[in-house]
């Protein structure tokens, strides 16, 4: 593989290379006999402490799953300004070489080395890509602290006539390109002392309306990432779960008259499912506020260092997911509030009008 990722296989068995902390007990992840009883979970997971946090990022060893665009290239881009050692993981070789011409700027503008930051072409729905990314990782970066996991996809759909197809493929990309490289990254981060961040969506906690098939994939992946913390903090590993509402989306030049930050990507959709026009809005016509990429790649950031389990913006939507579990009627119906508000149509079902409703 060259820097930026031109497809050269690397065997996915190859062994795990050098690690921060030599002397932590081996990570039991994926099978075997523990050394140690970890029959009783720790409560909590391992703290940081402000010490470990002012020296927390330079010289780490980073994989961005996704980090060749969108907010996972953000999470990049501060991340090689603070000193660290990246692999970019992306879809294409010529997006991970932008990617990374991108990471090296921000690392020289902010007097960091510029030469730690590489890139990958992978499909990390295919079989074995996972673990290649992971075996590439520990070759370049000689271990592995932390994994980013920043991959999924929005839709605009009505879930009772949506393809059950088209619903597998929402959780396919939106779950199940995180599973075999979460398995092959647990044990060096474990050993590291390191963490896994999934970067979810506010829609794993709040359904609104026509945001159901990306809902289910988003609150699939929240329920991955508190069993994957069941298993690593008991061996020092850490899992950070982000649930962002909508992020802002840099306005396109190719696309200039595209004014609402990208999201005419939904139209298709919309009109596919017969939809209201303004559900392709974000957060599907909700009324919400688009979050900054780079305050929030920085909250991250933060939680990290934190040792934090989780970080939801805007934070007031963490009141309201606590409102609807205490009381599910009332916090459903504050929500269908902000879910509505300022939207078109009569809210009825595709193809059922206001007449045919029961009462």
Known sequence: MCKAGDGTMVQDSKPEVSVLYPNRPAANI???????????MPTAQPAVSHRDANHFWPGRRVLVAGGTHGFGLVLARQLAARGVRLLLVGRSSAGAREAIACCEAAAAAAGQPVDGIHGLSADLARPGEGHRAVAVCLEKLDGLDSLFYCIGRSSRTALLSLPPDELREAVEVNLMTAVEISQAAAVPICRAGGELVYIGSLAGKLVTPAMGAYAVGKAALAAFADAVRLEVVPQGGRVLLVSPGPIRREPNPATAADTDGGFHRYDDDVARHGLPENVAAPGGGAAVELLDP?????????ACQRGQIELTRPWKATLLA??????????????????TKGRAGDGNLPGVSGADRRS
């Open 322 to 339: 606590g409102l609807i579990e205490w009381f599910p009627g009332r916090g459903r119906r504050l929500l269908a509030r902000f879910a």
């Open 30 to 40: 994926g099978g075997g006999t523990a050394a140690a009883n970890t029959t009783a």
């Open 294 to 302: 780079e305050q929030l790649a920085t909250e991250v950031l933060d």
